[in-house]
């Protein structure tokens, strides 16, 4: 059947669509691309402040108390505490018992106690002298325990009680002629006292 519009001859064919939505762009063979809208984000959630609040501590009294407190009372509170500091810190050097002249002051405190041990039996032996014909008791070497021979000799009428070493490195006195003597107490350096009636 013959066309009689003359619009019909001069119309394109109708392009069908392509796999990926876009179009054959008309009289041309190019496909034209449509954009795509990007999907939404998600709404974030707010969070729940009920979860993430930290409970609170309860103030001390005394730190309520001193908040409360005027200004005037605190000021006389704190020239009270230090008045007794300073009390206290005389009170400790005024009391506290000071260390013979003899005593190295750069030792240890347990070499320290070893040096007035030594001193402490030297003081027994001069009375054991001048009591037993300018004469001290003659022994080559005596390790001193407390159970030793010199410990028998000098406990309880010269000495109360015989000083002995703190750690396991004994006292050791001798005396080859009665007119002299020689203490000696090993030191944690090593090092040697040595004390004698000189």
Known sequence: MPNNNPNLDNMAPRSRPTLD????????????TRPIDPAPEPA????????YTRPQKKPNPLTRMWLFLPKKHKILLLGIVSIGLIFAGLATFIFSPSLPDYVDK?????????????????????????ENNQQYPVFLQ????????LTNLLVPLYLKQMPTSPDE???TYSSLSGKSFLLRAALTNDAYYDLSND
């Open 21 to 32: 939505g876009a179009r054959p762009a008309l009289g041309f063979g190019q496909p034209v």
């Open 44 to 51: 974030k959630q707010p969070l729940n402040q009920e979860l």
């Open 106 to 130: 750069n030792l240890p405190k347990i070499d320290q106690e070893r040096q007035i041990d030594l001193h402490e039996i030297k003081e027994g032996l001069e009375k054991y002298f001048t």
């Open 142 to 149: 005596v390790e001193i325990d407390g159970t030793d021979p």
């Open 169 to 171: 490195r004994l006292y």
